[in-house]
């Protein structure tokens, strides 16, 4: 199997795996599975920011997700150490997944570890591979879904805005930064005042 093919079969695994999310998104008026909507904006988006990024990194951006609803955060307690909990075994069961889905592929040990890497949030700053994995996150995050966020959150005052943004910001690279900046994602046309002055405050 050419290394093509290889590439081409664990996509297409990962698409399977979330193709079958029972939650449901609206795309273009028709109901499809959010995670796999979710995979293929990251991919869109890694080939925006990044069209050159190495093959492992174009694995772990459409794995990210891979079968999240399989980890429902109801299953860990409702507070701030539940909240960790619940992330740190989202990363672990994304990590496990998608390894076995791309030895299924073809892919051998080392290959698996990077994406693995990246997909478990290892190294995050330290880890070129990890660091871009997050940028394509964060700007996925701004472009389809924090005016979403917002709207489920009405309770939440200017402040706490501000906060949440910040932390985003936080984890971006300065090449991110700059790519959202330079109009190269579509910000959320109601909070860019509310985005502009997280980012300039600081």
Not at 110 to 138: F, S
Request: aromatic share 8%; glycine share 6%; proline share 4%.
């Amino acid at each position: 199997m050419t290394d093509s093919q290889k590439f081409a079969r664990a996509i297409a695994l990962f698409d399977d795996a979330n193709g079958a999310d029972p939650n449901k998104e609206i795309v273009d008026g028709q109901e499809v599975p959010k995670e796999l909507v979710y995979a293929q904006r990251m991919s869109e988006m890694l080939d925006r920011f990044s069209p050159d990024a190495h093959e492992a990194v174009k694995l772990a951006v459409r794995a990210q997700h891979i079968e999240r609803w399989k980890v429902p955060r109801s299953n860990y307690p409702m507070d701030r150490t539940g909240y960790l909990q619940w992330r740190t075994g989202l990363y672990k069961y994304h990590a496990e997944t998608a390894g076995r889905l791309m030895k299924e592929a073809g892919y051998d040990g080392e290959m698996i570890a990077r994406v693995q890497q990246a997909v478990g949030k290892k190294g995050l700053k330290v880890n070129t591979e990890t660091q871009l994995l997050e940028d394509v996150v964060d700007l996925v995050f701004i472009e389809h879904y924090m005016l979403a966020f917002a709207g489920q959150h009405p309770e939440y005052d200017e402040a706490k805005w501000i906060g949440i943004i910040r932390k985003t910001w936080q984890k971006m690279s300065k090449e991110a930064r700059e790519f959202a900046l330079a109009g190269k994602i579509k910000l959320p046309e109601p909070l860019v005042p509310l985005i502009l002055k997280s980012i300039q405050e600081q």
